[in-house]
């Protein structure tokens, strides 16, 4: 599906302007992403919200299953478990692309100017909620669908620092616009994960190294190449594996 800016626009006019209108920012708290998302992708409200057995998809066409999960991956377990030998499944997963950071007093309600990020979202952060569902990622039946957003963050000042930042508790997020998607579609789809140049073998820090994230999230990666069979371990240097590309077969 070809990005539709003015359908998004249409979905968050929708969420923003009649359902929050009356309640305020952050009454459904992580929600609004969820809402303004199903709005997009399903604008027709008769396919929303359907019990299948006894869950819900938060949007069933008749013939595949679209499931907006903002965070918890863990939750999502059950339904795969039931959904996917139905029907096809695509998960949503929203990431910031460029985000904004504004801070709320609870004390006094005042709102802080708002902050760009240094960071711009990449493929990379969507794996530390992928790798709690890595056992279902080879399933033919699923897509993973990384939908970018530029958003502003709400955060409280409620935070255990003495700035009351860190540690502090995440508000809301209300997305500004869509930026791009990146489908996971088939296990050689997670193949652009790896960075082209990277000298064979690898291990996790060299990968870690080259694509410039942390080796915990680097690690939980090269498991679920592993686990897709799209890399292999061909040894050992110190307690670290070696990897390489496995040929396509």
Known sequence: ?????????????????????????????????HAILKNYYQPDTSKQEIPIGNLVADIFTGKEILEIQTRNFFSLKRKLEIFLPQYPVTIIYPLPYKKWVIWIDEKTGEFSEKRKSPKTGSLYDAFKELYKIKSFLEYENLTVKVVFLDMEEYRLLNGWSKDRKRGSHRYDRIPLCLVKEVDLTCPRDYLQLLPDGLEEPFCVKTFAKAVKIKQDRASQILYILHQLNLVERIGKKGNAYLYRVREAG
């Open 1 to 33: 599906m070809d990005i539709d800016q003015e359908r998004f626009e249409a979905a968050k006019r929708k969420i923003m302007l009649t359902e929050r209108s009356r309640q305020g920012i952050g009454t459904l708290s992580e929600k609004t992403v």
